[in-house]
């Protein structure tokens, strides 16, 4: 794409461009109104005299360009638009201002990103709350198929999770890995965030790519109050995953015995079979966890057959 939109008026659009850059209120609207520049003109980055005054902070510039009718909406090479370049140096009050002028949330960077999207990366809290009160779509994915929920969930933003549900996110989305924000939530060991979604609904028993479960993913790596809290909840414990293993099963293989203990009291199935014929007690057995078979044996199960 040809970026330099008026060739023969060269010299005063680069002019416009760095009494913008510069925050020359005066230049800026001499440029306009005398030189008749056009206020669109793109460099060739891309970037147009509105996303330079959003990158250097020019707050006046801004709102000198809304009123000469800037366009909003263009995108520079990376596609950066004014309200995600506004979004990701964290000016809530140019975000505001581009939100009450009409610039479109929606529109997504050259990684897909949304300036949500972007802000619930970093955690840019006040930036979401703006952005989601003025409509943004909270459940537009990035190539990778990552959600702002995801997003936040994997990072541990708690807050930023609670303002996704309360704006309607959708819980279950899930990213090309298959992962949820409640499997992201829950392979990181927090239980805060895993409560939250749990108590918004969201769907416990999802699998990703690998079979594994929210549920899975927490014995596995040894976060009791998540096991426990997701049990409480009607998770399903005898989830399979890719290899067969269940949560009982990775538990006692990794000798979380407190965990095994948790999963017999709520029910797990004891004798299920992986994709070698291995119950947990054999796996037990094999780790030479041995008051985990003792466990296993005193709570009914079996060796395989």
């Given at each position: 794409m040809n970026f330099i939109s008026n060739l023969f008026g060269k010299n005063k659009t680069q002019n416009f461009?760095?009494?913008c850059k510069l925050g020359q209120v005066e230049n800026v609207e001499k440029?306009?109104?005398?030189?008749?520049?056009?206020i669109n003109s793109q460099d060739t980055y891309g970037k147009t005299a509105l996303i330079y005054a959003v990158n250097k902070e020019h707050r006046d510039i801004v709102e000198l360009l809304i009123k000469g009718g800037v366009d909003l909406n263009i995108q520079d090479e990376n596609g950066d638009t004014a309200l995600i370049s506004a979004a990701k140096i964290e000016?809530?009050?140019?975000?505001?201002?581009?939100?009450?002028?009409?610039?479109?949330?929606?529109?997504?960077?050259?990684?897909?990103e949304t300036a949500l999207k972007f802000a619930v990366k970093v955690g840019y809290k006040s930036i979401v709350d703006l952005l989601l009160e003025g409509g943004a779509d909270p459940n537009i994915p990035d190539r990778n198929g990552e959600t702002a929920l995801i997003s936040a969930a994997d990072r541990g933003h708690k807050d930023i999770v609670e303002l996704?549900?309360?704006?309607?996110?959708?819980?279950?989305?899930?990213?090309?890995?298959?992962?949820?924000?409640?499997?992201?939530?829950?392979k990181i060991g927090?239980?805060?965030?895993?409560?939250?979604?749990?108590?918004?609904?969201?769907?416990?028993?999802i699998q990703d790519k690998n079979g594994n479960t929210a549920l899975i993913y927490a014995a596995d790596r040894g976060y009791r109050e998540i096991v426990e809290l997701l049990l409480e909840s009607?998770?399903?414990?005898?989830?399979?995953?890719?290899?067969g293993l269940t949560a009982l099963m990775l538990s006692a293989q990794v000798g979380?015995?407190?965990?095994?203990?948790?999963?017999?009291?709520?029910?797990?199935?004891?004798?299920?079979q992986d994709e070698n014929g291995n119950t947990?007690?054999?796996?037990?057995?094999?780790?030479?966890?041995?008051?985990?078979v003792d466990l296993l044996l005193e709570s009914g199960a079996s060796f395989r057959s």
């Open positions: 461009f760095e009494a440029l306009l109104k005398n030189d008749k520049v056009d000016r809530g009050d140019i975000v505001d201002l581009l939100i009450k002028c009409g610039a479109d949330l929606n529109i997504q960077d050259g990684n897909c996704l549900i309360k704006s309607g996110a959708d819980l279950n989305l899930q990213d090309k890995n298959r992962n949820t924000a409640l499997n992201a939530a829950a927090h239980k805060g965030i895993v409560e939250l979604l749990v108590n918004a609904g969201a769907d416990l028993n009607g998770a399903n414990l005898n989830i399979q995953e890719e290899n979380h015995m407190d965990i095994v203990d948790l999963l017999i009291k709520g029910g797990a199935d004891l004798n299920i947990a007690m054999d796996i037990a057995e094999e780790m030479e966890f041995n008051e985990i």
